[in-house]
Nanobody
């Protein structure tokens, strides 16, 4: 059974940085897509970033491009989200997601992902 456990959230001032981790277990993830989504109070869940585990190709929402970086560590079965130049509007619960790649898969759509973590809170103060 796939398990995803996020960590690294917290409170940071605007302009600061955080690194989120998503520890994945339960299977080999080489043919998987791994994504980060976020959900702020009263808002819909939105795509943040994703990575093809095997090839390392990355995908970003326009709102975080140039500030956030997604990466993975094969040895540790962990995906990271390095967040720099944080803004108050980045405040949300950040969730890690995973899915086997299949025909027609879209990295950007949360409905495409089969497995989800519990989330970690990120709060950016102004």
């Amino acid at each position: 059974q796939v398990q995803l456990v996020e960590s690294g959230g917290g409170l940071v001032q605007a302009g600061g940085s955080l690194r989120l981790s998503c520890a994945a277990s339960g299977r080999t993830f080489r043919t998987y897509a791994m994504g980060w989504f976020r959900q702020a109070p009263g808002k819909e869940r939105e795509f943040v970033a994703a990575i093809n585990w095997s090839y390392g190709s990355t995908y970003y929402a326009d709102s975080v491009k140039g500030r956030f970086t997604i990466s993975r560590d094969n040895a540790k079965n962990t995906v990271y989200l390095q967040m720099n130049s944080l803004k108050p509007e980045d405040t949300a619960v950040y969730l890690c997601a995973a899915s086997p790649l299949r025909s027609g898969f879209s990295y950007y759509r949360d409905g495409m992902y089969d497995y989800w973590g519990q989330g970690t809170q990120v709060t950016v103060s102004s």
